[in-house]
């Protein structure tokens, strides 16, 4: 490990700093900065580029302008990849948000049921994408899975055959994994909210549902937009889950950008348009996080308490 | 953990500062947030059930026996059959790529925290700090054919170390976040006083920074051990040949070789995660504090 050899010593530091002594502290840096830089900057100015060549994955790169992006503008693939990971993006919002937050509340409260339920819900959060995906398929089986065994027509469907079945489990799925995490969040949200709020409020005569209303639901705001932003940016990378589960089947069904791009690239060696997708994707996601930092009207990691 | 709370509602107003405010007096059970919670748990292990008791029938009774019913003769031939298709390799793999990457990602992560920490107010280091910062908001999967080209260029394509170096990366923007914020903790007398002493920065670091801010230090590795040991994209794209994958990618080929065999493939299932469930099993609390890192502070 480069970890605690001293660089410091042998040369001047690459900017002053203001401290007297700060020679030894941007060297520092250094390590973590080089790998960043070659593994994650360098790439994202490299994609950029690719998106102006022409390589098929293991020949030469040829420089060829805008053939990329006029192939990749003028596919109706593009329009339907978007389109499918807006619907993936805000179904799985819908779906998770509320369902975390009233968990999350629930675990916040009640120390009793807390220590039962959180040892098993948690499980899915650790388990890699992979894995799910697979044991899912295997579950979902028209055939052989739990449905089919357990005789209920009701649950043996062709789950992953039906364009709107097969969307309908990626975000139930997505779900299964995700929720306990963003219950997670809330809790640790939930419980930061006073107790004092609460006496006022009951002082004033609320109940229950108008004190979630009231005080709950906009002391999580900050809990909320954490949350969302993970949750919206999250699912701009739901690679591993779809691509298992259903490839972006059935036909292009559930065929998200990420996987459009993985598609393109690795599975047809257009590399150039694959890049401009991966362009396309990183404007998402940027775009994304801004909007959803503005909504939040300042930093979301910053403390989650308002008017306490 | 927390299991040894008593169960006793209490009035907070008699309860330390610290209560939580759960059993306000006079309050009404949460219904609704129950029946969702339960109904979730119910909806978290019925999967996860049959996983485990499918696992252990063998395949020739699977299609006939009740898939809810735990199997009348338990076998081991299913965990059999993975652990005799290379599984030990993978899991070794597995094991060298996320160590490989943890540990040198969160030195070098820690080193660059304190630095930022320490001397935020020079232009370098608050440039370095931004691009961190931006890294954060990237999709960084967005960036992996470029990765894939710098691998090749590397000649380190279809290799363990071509799947760390990107780890390492990729791990490096949130870990630098979670500690700096830790380390922003650390009393500023405390860094005077050891400055008066005479330690270097590099002293202060691992004496001071360093045995202060060990929680934070866990969360971040166990977080980024669990992103890599489960991370299916990089060996996907990066590796070619079987002796060079890691356990996600080996479960999806194995799958996909072994799809008839249900009870086969969950077992591998298991299989790849039972270290993780070991683990959580040892360090629940540890490790929910690592996935959260950084965003429930």
Redesign the interface.
Known sequence: MTAFAPPARTGPPPAATREARGGVLPWLAVPALVIFVGFGVIPLIGVLFLSFTSWDGLGEIHLSGLTSWRAVLADPGLPHALWVTFLVMAASWAFQTPASILIGVFLAGRQRYRAVLAVVFFIPLLLSQAAIAIAYKALLDPNFGLGAGLHIDLLSQDWLGRPVLAFSTVIFVVSWQFIPFHSLIYQGGARQIPDSMYEAAELDGAGRVRKFFSITLPQLKYTIITSSTLMVVGSLTFFDLIFVLTAGGPGDATRVLALDMYKRGFQANLMGPASAIAVILVLVGLALALLLRRLGGRNPDASQLEGA | ???T?T?KREP?ATSGTHR?????S???P?W???A???L??A???V??Y??VI?SFKAQST??A????APPSEPTLANYKMVIESDFPLYFLNSLIVTIGAV??AV???F??A???V??G?????RG?NS??LM?L??????????????IIRLHLYDSLMGLI??S???A??LS??VLSNFIRDVPKELFESM?LDGA???TT??RLAFPLTRPAVVTVTIYNA?TI?????LP??LTQSPDKRT???A??SF?GQF?VN?PA??A??VL??LP??IL?VVG?RQ??SG??A????
Not at chain 2, 121 to 125: P, W
């Open positions: 953990m927390s299991v709370q169960t907070t939580r405010p759960q059993g306000r006079g309050e009404r949460n609704l947030g129950a969702v919670s339960w979730w748990l909806v978290v292990i999967p996860i049959w996983i499918t699977y299609y026996s009740n898939p809810l540990v040198p030195a070098v992560a080193m660059a304190y630095a930022i320490r001397g107010a020079g232009r370098f280091l370095v691009l961190f890294g908001a990237i999709p960084l999967q967005a960036t992996i054919i470029p990765v894939y080209l710098i170096l990107p390492i990366a990729f490096i923007p630098v976040l400055r270097s920065e590099v670091l691992w669990l040991w489960n991370g299916f994209l996907l794209i356990l996600p990618l479960l999806w799958q799809s249900v493939v969950l591998s299932v790849t995660s993780i469930l959580y629940r490790l929910l996935l959260t950084g965003f429930s502070k």
